[in-house]
């Protein structure tokens, strides 16, 4: 089986396709005209903008569930993984596709709140809704949910419990199936609440642990100040093949960087595109702008966090291509939470491992409840004429499954799924966000257009000629009465 997945992702993230997801986040950065950077101050303001409703979530809870999604074990395992098979100078290439990435985030963001529909009294969208809506391919749509549906319920949760019990293991000797039980037992509790409770639940849990989190990393930082420069040098010397150690593994860093800042900050799979279609926003640009900020968020604060402890304190090994060891500093130490764990017990003896492990659970906790929700999200998509409470139900019992398997697998094995299910998504959302580039765009001029006239921008699809964008023309106005 092994074999089978690794080839698979061998094709999934070739070199070629690494390329081609750089070049889409530079072509919407570019249409956008930078959008990421002339709007920063618009999407801090729009974060803590606007209230629920009976039907939606406020765009601060929308961004929250999204960055539970976003800010997961990809933030400590995954750039410790990217140190490891990249060198430093695949830190570089994390900022790099976070911020073209932005981008990527802004447009299928903007797509998904265009295109979203209000079923069984609350607001639902992404990536299949704005395949069938604005491409009319109901058929890609259909492939889509289905292959979000598989990656979301059964490829990706693993990864995310199997770093909690790994580290949970590491710090207090907690069986890894006794932490399993533990995770599916609160998890369980949470999803039967729906997406009200999920959206509660993260926007209590998400700014915590970011911030707790990216102070034990500037404790360290300063603790180490005078290397700043040194690092930084590291970096970008590595990136650029200009460092002699590391110069024969660019490629590596490049695939490394993109790979592991893909599956940390979700910019251009689809993943973040849900959350954002369920915010009550007056205007679809609002919430593509918040979801846009959230990648910097997770990946230029968060992934920076973990990348400089392991890179301050020099807690990491790097492999070459034919396997030997270019940096060997902590012989024996799997790539993954411990190289974190032992950064900051470099720094803070005795707190490392049982700090990381804890900081892992809820970063890793948060993204398993994401997933559900995207992965509820895409069975109403395909339930949508039917009686889905038997298939809601299944797909409940089906996540606490897969993730307490995740937590008695190989690291290995659950880290090569869940990157197969991130590669057909992020295929399958690129193509589809390609195509739907007008109606992003005409949203974003609009958008501008209002408020240079200093209106609080409301979106009309009719006025742009865009089409089949229901909800804005048929019900947003109805439900005027039901908004808090």
């Not at 009294?121 to 889509?144: D, H, M, N, S, V």
């Not at 990491?316 to 030997?324: F, I, R």
């Not at 659970?361 to 509820?376: D, L, R």
């Not at 195509?435 to 408020?451: G, I, M, N, R, V």
Request: proline share 3%; hydrophobic share 55%.
């Amino acid at each position: 089986m092994e074999g089978f997945v690794n080839g698979l992702n061998n094709i999934l993230w070739s070199m070629p396709v690494i390329y081609i997801l750089l070049a889409v986040g530079l072509f919407f950065t570019i249409l956008t005209r930078f959008l990421q950077v002339r709007h920063i101050k618009e999407m801090v303001r729009l974060m803590f903008q606007g209230k629920s409703s009976k039907a939606g979530i406020s765009s601060f809870q929308a961004l929250s569930i999204a960055l539970s999604g976003r800010v997961g074990t990809g933030n400590i395992a995954g750039v410790a993984t990217a140190i490891y098979f990249g060198g430093p100078g695949a830190v570089f290439w994390m900022w790099a596709i976070a911020f073209i990435g932005a981008s990527s985030a802004f447009v299928e963001s903007t797509l998904a709140q265009i295109y979203k529909v209000k079923q069984d009294g609350q607001y639902r969208g992404g990536p299949a809704y704005f395949i069938e809506k604005g491409i009319g391919w109901k058929w890609f749509g259909t492939l889509f949910a289905i292959a979000a549906l598989i990656a979301m319920a059964v490829l990706m949760p693993g990864v995310q419990s199997n770093s909690i019990a790994v580290g949970m293991n590491n710090a207090f000797s907690i069986p890894q199936w006794g932490t399993g039980l533990v995770i599916v037992t609160i998890l369980g509790f949470i999803i039967l609440g729906g997406v009200k409770r999920i959206a509660n639940v993260a926007q209590i849990i998400v700014p915590f642990m970011a911030l707790g989190y990216m102070l034990v990393a500037l404790v360290i930082i300063v603790m180490n100040i005078n290397l700043l420069p040194e690092v930084f040098a590291l970096i970008f010397k590595s990136a650029f093949a200009m460092d002699s150690a590391f110069g024969g593994i660019i490629g590596m860093a490049i695939m490394w960087g993109v790979k592991r800042g893909v599956f940390s900050n979700e910019a251009g799979q689809g993943t973040g595109a849900h959350a954002a279609a369920a915010a009550e926003v007056s205007h679809p640009v609002k919430q593509g702008l918040v979801q846009s900020f959230s990648v910097y968020i997770d990946t230029l604060f968060v992934c920076s966090a973990t990348a400089f402890m392991i890179l301050f304190t020099g807690m990491y090994n790097t492999q070459a291509e034919d396997g030997t060891h270019i940096v060997n500093n902590i012989p024996g130490v799997e790539q993954g939470p411990g190289y974190t764990q032992a950064a900051v017990d470099s720094a803070l003896p005795g707190f490392g491992a049982g700090f990381v492990a804890i900081a892992l659970f809820f970063f890793a906790f948060t993204t398993i409840m994401a997933y559900y929700y995207i992965a509820e999200t895409n069975i109403a998509y395909l339930t949508r004429k039917k009686n889905k409470k038997t298939a809601m139900l299944l797909l409940k019992i089906i996540i606490l499954i897969t993730t307490f398997w995740g937590t008695i697998r190989s690291a290995e094995l659950a880290w090569a799924l869940g990157d197969v299910g991130l590669g057909i998504m992020v295929w399958l959302n690129v193509i589809a966000i390609l195509l739907l580039t007008k109606p992003a765009l005409l949203a974003l001029k609009d958008y501008e257009s209002q408020k240079k006239l200093g209106l609080d921008p409301v979106f009309d699809p009719k006025k742009l000629g865009i089409k089949n964008a229901d909800f804005w023309e048929n019900e947003y106005k109805q439900d005027s009465d039901d908004r808090l």
